[in-house]
């Protein structure tokens, strides 16, 4: 039952992005004048999912999680910092963490019971992860580069290593690097780590070919536009 509810929960998940990004494109044109609306709502959204986590956190003792070392908090956060700072050289760990929210589409890191409501506010917090890097992509003009997905990884890399014997340490599950949540499975984490940092390179390609062809198709003239 409970691989039946998931497999129906990403099949859900799954049609509601398509139709969100569907509708972003077909009403392009209708952004621009509710754009700073559009990023006032990713601002109060990261803030009350950070807000929501770290209550949850607190109540159930696990103070380990304080520490956001989940791509989906990072993304949180790093939003945050861009809505405030306006500082564009943070737009590709967004590009990049948001379109590894399409992933958690098809390979959510939780198990699924449409009677529990946590699981339709982790389906409509990974949705709008996984709409935002299209979003900055029309909105914001964003045009991203294969070097940007380096950049990203170098960061990345140094902060996933240190998360295994942080996990370790405090019995936490940083990046789900010492098991999958769902089916409880156990690998080596730090070839986990390697695993998923593959992973997210070759999914960091695919997201800045996709973005470099979107931003092409609906704005030529920006084609050129480097962060």
């Known amino acids: 039952m409970v691989f039946t509810e998931l497999g129906l929960a990403i099949v ?21 004048p509710y754009q700073k609306g559009i990023d006032l709502f990713l601002f109060v959204f990261s803030i009350q999912a950070m807000a929501r986590h770290y209550y949850n956190w607190t109540v159930d003792g696990l103070y380990y ?8 908090y990072f ?3 790093i939003y945050m910092y861009y809505y405030v700072s306006k500082d564009r050289r943070t737009l590709p760990f967004l590009h990049i963490f948001g379109f590894l929210g399409v992933g958690a589409l098809v390979i959510p890191g939780h198990a699924f ?23 900055l992509i029309v909105a914001h003009r964003y045009y991203p580069e294969y070097p ?8 990345l890399i140094p902060i996933f290593f240190l998360s295994i014997p942080l ?3 405090l019995g936490a599950n940083y990046f789900f690097i010492i098991s999958n949540p769902v089916t409880a499975d156990l690998i080596n984490p730090w070839l986990a780590a390697v695993i998923q940092l593959i992973l997210m390179y070759g999914w960091g390609l695919l997201a800045t070919y996709l973005g470099q ?3 092409g198709v609906v704005y030529p003239e920006y084609r050129k536009q480097t962060v």
């Open 167 to 169: 996990s370790n340490l």
């Open 65 to 72: 999680n304080y520490l956001p070392l989940q791509i989906c």
């Open 213 to 215: 062809w979107i931003l």
């Open 113 to 135: 019971s449409f009677t529990n409501p946590l699981s339709y506010v982790f389906m409509f917090d990974h949705i709008v992860l996984g709409l935002m890097p299209f979003y």
């Open 148 to 155: 940007s997905i380096r950049k990203v990884l170098l960061w």
């Open 12 to 32: 859900v998940m799954i049609l509601t992005f398509l139709i969100c990004l569907w509708l972003l494109f077909r009403y392009i044109d209708r952004i621009t």
């Open 75 to 77: 993304t949180a956060f």
